[in-house]
């Protein structure tokens, strides 16, 4: 056997931001695949900072973990459950408030609270937070509330009201290293943007077991932190309910808006002028290839398609723009960054 010593450079810097994965198992979970010291290794060994525990109907707390594997300089964990309603769709409550006293560490028991609709359930689920915090839909297409509840993204309406709800805080619009139902997804979110409502998207890995590592998709938070050993839970809820979030599968996008009247702004805050120019850059290792960056507006329109030339920048740099827009009423905008190259290098079956 021989020693060897390897260094992993930086691919790119990400001031201001903590890496968040807000749905993973492990062995608390009846299907999970390894222990909680092998998930919290994996963590880590994946640079990402916050790692939410959504255990299967199990608020557990691998927070003593971390403390006494001596990585809380790398992440930070917050306590969290996978409310797993077979009829009514999987969600995920975080930040949760452990009971030692209760069973499951005090997770809710949805299959003895037979409630008369999802608002209800909502209402009994919201319980485990000490204050406000998160309702986030899972897998909402795979299947998820949307689909047992007949969701229409163009009208708005659900076939199945006792099921769908719309008092929710989040929404996973990535979920895993697979873009199947990614449009279907971003077809309900941009619906309910439409409608007035602000759920914020979310990118997780949902993973299991131990070769499919936590973080892939994962979502970038903007707290003004970078060091998980300054973590600061009520900081960090207050950005990703502000919609300072961007959901990644593997590139970090940054996008500002700009007017004559309005100033500059950031991500999830409002600007007005006749002009808007977005500044657009996106960051990524030497290894990752992207084609293809979209510009969406109100109602899921497409306003611009943007093709990204290699040899444009220089990495980290794989793309940067500003492009002006002219809204003629209230919108919204984001991006979507595209590629055509393979993942499978870097974990089996990604896209």
């Known amino acids: 056997?021989?020693?060897?010593?390897?260094?992993?450079?930086?691919?790119?810097?990400?001031?201001?931001?903590?890496?968040?994965?807000?749905?993973?198992?492990?062995?608390?979970?009846?299907?999970?695949?390894?222990?909680?010291?092998?998930?919290?290794?994996?963590?880590?060994?994946?640079?990402l900072q916050v790692h939410v525990s959504t255990d299967h109907d199990q608020i557990a707390d691998y927070r003593p973990l971390v403390e006494a594997m001596g990585v809380s300089t790398w992440m930070a964990s917050v306590p969290g459950d996978e409310a797993s309603s077979v009829l009514r769709g999987h969600v995920n409550l975080?930040?949760?408030?452990?009971?030692?006293?209760?069973?499951?560490?005090?997770?809710?028991?949805?299959?003895?609270?037979?409630?008369?609709?999802?608002?209800?359930?909502?209402?009994?689920?919201?319980?485990?937070?000490?204050?406000?915090?998160?309702?986030?839909?899972?897998?909402?297409?795979?299947?998820?509330?949307?689909?047992?509840?007949?969701?229409?993204?163009?009208?708005?309406?659900?076939?199945?009201?006792?099921i769908y709800d719309s008092g929710f805080?989040?929404?996973?619009?990535?979920?895993?290293?697979?873009?199947?139902?990614?449009?279907e997804l971003r077809a309900d979110w941009c619906s309910h943007l439409d409608r007035g409502l602000r759920p914020i998207a979310i990118g997780v890995s949902d993973v299991h077991g131990r070769r499919h590592g936590p973080g892939y998709g994962r979502t970038y938070v903007e707290s003004g932190i970078d060091d998980p050993a300054e973590f600061d839970e009520d900081t960090f809820f207050a950005a990703l309910r502000s919609g300072k979030a961007?959901?990644?599968?593997?590139p970090f996008v940054t996008l500002s808006a700009s007017s004559e009247d309005g100033g500059t702004v950031g991500l999830g805050e409002t600007i007005t002028g006749e002009i808007i120019t977005l500044a657009i850059q996106v960051l990524g290792p030497t290894w990752m290839g992207i084609d293809e960056v979209w510009v969406y507006g109100e109602g899921c329109q497409v306003l611009e398609v943007l093709e990204v030339d290699p040899e444009a920048h220089e990495t980290p740099i794989l793309f940067e723009i500003e492009t002006t827009l002219y809204p003629l009423a209230d919108t919204y905008y984001f991006v979507e960054v595209r590629g055509s190259q393979s993942m499978g290098y870097v974990g089996r079956g990604a896209d």
């Not at 990400?14 to 695949?33: E, I, M, N, W």
């Not at 909502?122 to 915090?133: L, W």
């Not at 996973?172 to 697979?178: H, K, R, V």
């Not at 961007?246 to 593997?250: E, H, I, L, P, R």
């Open 1 to 47: 056997a021989a020693d060897a010593e390897f260094e992993l450079a930086l691919a790119y810097e990400t001031p201001g931001q903590l890496s968040a994965d807000f749905h993973v198992h492990s062995a608390p979970s009846p299907d999970g695949k390894c222990q909680m010291e092998e998930r919290i290794a994996t963590v880590v060994a994946n640079d």
């Open 94 to 162: 975080y930040p949760a408030v452990p009971d030692p006293t209760a069973p499951n560490n005090g997770a809710p028991t949805w299959w003895e609270m037979q409630p008369a609709s999802t608002a209800e359930l909502f209402e009994r689920y919201r319980e485990v937070f000490a204050d406000e915090g998160f309702i986030q839909i899972n897998h909402g297409r795979g299947p998820g509330m949307f689909s047992l509840g007949g969701y229409d993204p163009e009208d708005g309406e659900a076939t199945s009201p006792d």
């Open 169 to 183: 805080d989040s929404m996973e619009i990535l979920n895993g290293n697979g873009y199947s139902d990614a449009e």
């Open 246 to 250: 961007v959901v990644s599968g593997g």
